[in-house]
């Protein structure tokens, strides 16, 4: 056997390396199972990531009038609106996207919606659910201001009639 430092320094060089690498291969070992035992876990944080939330102040009829509003203005095809446990789901299409905007009564005055687009199963559109929400805090601020004005005019013709 051999006393040449080198040599020795190199082995434990080696040893230190292959230590190194068992522990973070142990630890992508870890990683993978965690991965395989949650997968729907971290599917449904994937959807999520592609869905878009807002909670209106407004009931949720004004909220679905301007959820309507706003999938007509993106051109997409609406296939239907189906009664929910929490509310209604309004499900449609455009291009190779499946859209769905759920709507959620919260109190009288207050409605949640959810809004997400979908290319496939695994596939997300998050800007384009982003969108959907935007279109309709837009109609929903375009009904305010058209009832707003609608108000105004009629307590304008009021007040000369009296």
Not at 62 to 82: D, F, H, P, R
Request: aromatic share 4%; glycine share 8%.
């Amino acid at each position: 056997m051999s006393s040449n430092p080198g040599r020795i320094l190199a082995s434990w060089m080696r040893l230190l390396a292959l230590v190194g690498m068992g522990a973070s291969l142990s630890g992508c070992g870890a990683l993978a199972i965690t991965a395989l035992g949650v997968g729907a876990s971290a599917g449904v944080s994937h959807t999520a990531s592609g869905t878009s939330y807002r909670t209106f102040t407004a009931s949720a009829t004004q909220v679905k009038a301007a959820s309507l509003a706003a999938l007509s203005k993106m051109g997409v095809t609406v296939e239907g609106i189906a009664k929910t446990e929490s509310g209604e789901l309004i499900k449609g299409n455009s291009a190779d996207r499946s859209i769905e905007v759920e709507l959620e009564a919260m109190s009288k005055s207050t409605t949640q919606m959810r809004a997400s687009a979908k290319r496939n199963l695994f596939v997300h559109d998050a800007a384009t659910a982003k969108e959907i929400v935007e279109q309709t805090e837009r109609a929903m601020a375009a009904a305010d201001k058209r009832a707003k004005a609608a108000t105004t005019s009629y307590l304008v013709r009021a007040s000369g009639s009296l």
